[in-house]
């Protein structure tokens, strides 16, 4: 069964160069091969560099391709051609099968890419003086981890994903190579190190190669600068790791060799969307409405819109005041995340008469908050992903990673929780569906001016503690940088549960009251 599941992966292989897209084919390996040999002698320069900069580069790339190889899969919708379902009706040993595909899965192109650049980073280990067996016990760990991480990816993806990926999610990919590869260049772009990294970098780059993520190269780089309880960590890390890949791969197999799946129609695959991606409950049906309504409906473009470009413009008056540009570069960042934050603050309101159905459906509270978060969510984590290192890029101080992003996080999750509490106390009214977003529309009472004012007060408020140790860290430098940022995120996520708990029971009492001011106003 070996040889012959090898040798059909063989011939699958050989068989990508015959048929109609033979040109494609040969172009596309043509760039996967020029991609690997440039990835390869970049790899290989870092030998000359300091174990740091090696260390940063390597890890947090090895961390992106895990991932890569992890959620790619899920996200893409690649077909699997040792999809194990392929093989059942030949009634195959299904303890045996696990491990027969994932050593076919070493023969393909990825994986082959995937050799040639471990390969590389095993020979920079040993330059920097690692010992030769531990640097290739490394490399075979994060190999394997890697592949088999590629398959655990193909087969969520093949049993629980929709088998035609729709636009929506192709546009959440896209997304997602944007958050990385974009931060990522920019970051990249802007090294002038020197030999020393920064700091806050190098301690971020430390506690990634402690995760599973990059576990491997974690221990490859620990034992290159002589770091020992760093290297049981990731050793251990990396060990559990692929365990538990290892685990997670033979049950799937053998789940999807004896499972026999209900059989669905095109009709049910395809046409829904958003509705169709997320889970099929109260939450990812209003989850799903919002995405559709925050993609589609000029009031919530234009909202997305104005706030970065508000944020940006806040520098300029401070320019003219006199205010340091090192300064000055620094605001856009939390302005962003306070006005994503209060964007959701009257939501209810934009729904108008649609709001019914969550009325007629006796939808409950924690849905309906977090349901209607998820857009924001989409939306101000790329942009302030993609903010903070260009901000960091300006200044050149990359020591204020972490408290900018403590910072980003405690104002954004802050307003979160504030708005998911105003948006149901204090609703006021907005342009009708179809009308200008420019529209002013008229108010019968002016109670809307207390809520909107309450979600950008009370946030600024709850974030003090966090502005001040932010500042700390600008004036005096980075030993309060840690202190600032899991002050931000513990501060952001309290008020993000607490606020939508509260804003949840509320709205499970207020349903009439809301649907009469949705009719009304």
């Given at each position: 069964?070996v040889?012959?599941?090898?040798?059909?992966?063989?011939?699958?292989?050989?068989?990508?160069?015959?048929?109609n897209?033979l040109?494609?084919?040969?172009?596309?390996?043509?760039?996967?091969?020029?991609?690997?040999?440039?990835?390869?002698?970049?790899?290989?320069?870092?030998?000359?560099?300091?174990?740091?900069?090696?260390?940063?580069?390597?890890?947090?790339?090895?961390?992106a391709?895990?991932?890569?190889f992890?959620?790619?899969?899920?996200?893409?919708?690649?077909?699997?051609?040792?999809?194990?379902?392929?093989?059942?009706?030949?009634?195959?040993?299904?303890?045996?099968?696990?491990?027969?595909?994932?050593?076919?899965?070493?023969?393909?192109?990825?994986?082959?890419?995937?050799?040639?650049?471990?390969t590389?980073?095993?020979?920079?280990?040993?330059?920097?003086?690692v010992?030769?067996?531990?640097?290739?016990?490394?490399?075979?760990?994060?190999?394997?981890?890697?592949?088999?991480?590629?398959?655990?990816g193909?087969?969520?993806?093949?049993s629980?994903?929709?088998?035609?990926?729709?636009?929506?999610?192709t546009?959440?990919?896209?997304l997602?190579?944007?958050?990385?590869?974009?931060?990522?260049?920019?970051?990249?772009?802007?090294?002038?190190w020197?030999?020393s990294v920064p700091?806050?970098?190098?301690a971020?780059?430390?506690?990634?190669?402690?995760?599973?993520?990059?576990?491997?190269?974690?221990?490859?780089?620990?034992?290159?600068?002589?770091?020992?309880?760093?290297?049981?960590?990731?050793?251990?890390?990396?060990?559990?790791?692929?365990a538990?890949?290892?685990?997670?791969?033979?049950?799937?197999v053998?789940?999807?060799?004896?499972?026999?799946e209900?059989?669905?129609?095109?009709?049910?695959?395809?046409?829904?969307?958003?509705?169709?991606?997320?889970?099929?409950n109260?939450?990812?049906?209003?989850a799903?409405?919002?995405?559709?309504?925050?993609?589609?409906?000029r009031?919530?473009?234009?909202?997305?819109?104005?706030?970065?470009?508000?944020?940006?413009?806040?520098?300029?008056?401070?320019?003219?005041?006199?205010?340091?540009?090192?300064?000055?570069?620094?605001?856009?960042?939390?302005?962003?995340?306070?006005?994503?934050?209060?964007?959701?603050?009257n939501?209810?309101?934009?729904?108008?008469?649609?709001?019914?159905?969550?009325?007629?459906s006796?939808?409950?509270?924690?849905?309906?908050?977090?349901?209607?978060?998820?857009?924001?969510?989409?939306?101000?984590?790329?942009?302030?992903?993609?903010?903070?290192?260009?901000?960091?890029?300006?200044?050149?101080?990359?020591?204020?990673?972490?408290?900018?992003?403590g910072?980003?996080?405690?104002?954004?999750?802050?307003?979160?929780?504030l708005?998911?509490?105003v948006?149901?106390?204090?609703p006021?009214?907005?342009?009708?569906?179809?009308?200008?977003?420019?529209?002013?529309?008229?108010?019968?009472?002016?109670?809307?001016?207390?809520?909107q004012?309450?979600?950008f007060?009370g946030?600024?408020?709850?974030?003090?503690?966090?502005?001040?140790?932010?500042?700390?860290?600008?004036?005096?430098?980075?030993?309060?940088?840690?202190?600032?940022f899991?002050?931000?995120?513990?501060?952001?996520?309290?008020?993000?549960?607490?606020?939508?708990?509260?804003?949840?029971r509320?709205?499970?009492?207020?349903g009439?009251?809301?649907?009469?001011?949705?009719?009304?106003?």
């Open positions: 069964m040889a012959h599941v090898l040798r059909l992966r063989i011939a699958l292989l050989f068989g990508a160069l015959r048929g897209h040109t494609r084919t040969i172009f596309g390996l043509l760039g996967i091969v020029a991609a690997t040999v440039i990835v390869c002698i970049a790899v290989l320069s870092l030998a000359d560099a300091t174990t740091a900069v090696a260390r940063t580069v390597i890890v947090l790339g090895g961390a391709v895990f991932l890569a992890l959620v790619g899969p899920m996200l893409t919708g690649a077909i699997d051609q040792l999809d194990p379902r392929r093989f059942a009706a030949f009634g195959v040993d299904e303890r045996r099968m696990p491990w027969i595909l994932a050593l076919a899965s070493l023969i393909s192109v990825p994986s082959f890419a995937l050799m040639a650049v471990t590389c980073v095993t020979i920079v280990g040993i330059r920097l003086g010992p030769v067996y531990a640097a290739v016990l490394a490399g075979v760990i994060g190999l394997l981890t890697f592949v088999l991480a590629a398959r655990v193909m087969a969520i993806s093949a629980w994903l929709p088998e035609r990926r729709s636009r929506e999610l546009a959440l990919f896209t997602a190579i944007v958050v990385v590869a974009f931060p990522v260049a920019v970051f990249l772009a802007s090294l002038e020197q030999g700091v806050a970098v190098a971020a780059t430390t506690i990634v190669g402690a995760t599973p993520v990059a576990a491997p190269v974690g221990l490859l780089f620990a034992l290159a600068a002589g770091d020992t309880a760093g290297a049981w960590i990731s050793g251990l890390v990396a060990a559990a790791t692929l538990a890949i290892t685990a997670a791969w033979v049950w799937l053998r789940r999807m060799l004896t499972t026999t209900r059989p669905v129609t095109a009709r049910e695959r395809t046409g829904l969307g958003w509705f169709g991606l997320l889970p099929s109260a939450f990812g049906a209003i799903a409405r919002s995405l559709v309504y925050w993609l589609r409906d009031r919530y473009i234009v909202n997305i819109v104005v706030v970065p470009v508000a944020g940006v413009l806040t520098v300029f008056p401070l320019l003219v005041a006199g205010v340091p540009f090192e300064v000055a570069v620094l605001v856009p960042v939390p302005v962003m995340a306070l006005f994503f934050g209060w964007l959701p603050h939501d209810i309101a934009y729904d108008s008469t649609a709001f019914w159905v969550h009325v007629a006796g939808v409950r509270g924690l849905p309906d908050r977090f349901g209607r978060l998820i857009p924001v969510f989409l939306v101000a984590v790329p942009a302030l992903a993609i903010a903070v290192p260009v901000t960091l890029a300006l200044t050149g101080d990359w020591r204020l990673l972490l408290p900018l992003s910072l980003a996080v405690c104002l954004f999750f802050a307003g979160l929780g708005s998911s509490v948006s149901v106390i204090a006021y009214a907005v342009s009708r569906p179809g009308d200008s977003p420019f529209q002013q529309p008229q108010r019968a009472a002016s109670r809307g001016a207390f809520g004012a309450g979600v007060v946030a600024i408020l709850l974030a003090v503690p966090t502005i001040w140790l932010f500042s700390l860290a600008v004036l005096e430098g980075g030993e309060h940088a840690w202190t600032a899991w002050v931000g995120v513990g501060t952001g996520i309290g008020v993000l549960l607490v606020g939508t708990a509260i804003g949840g509320i709205f499970e009492h207020s009439e009251r809301l649907m009469e001011f949705v009719e009304t106003a």
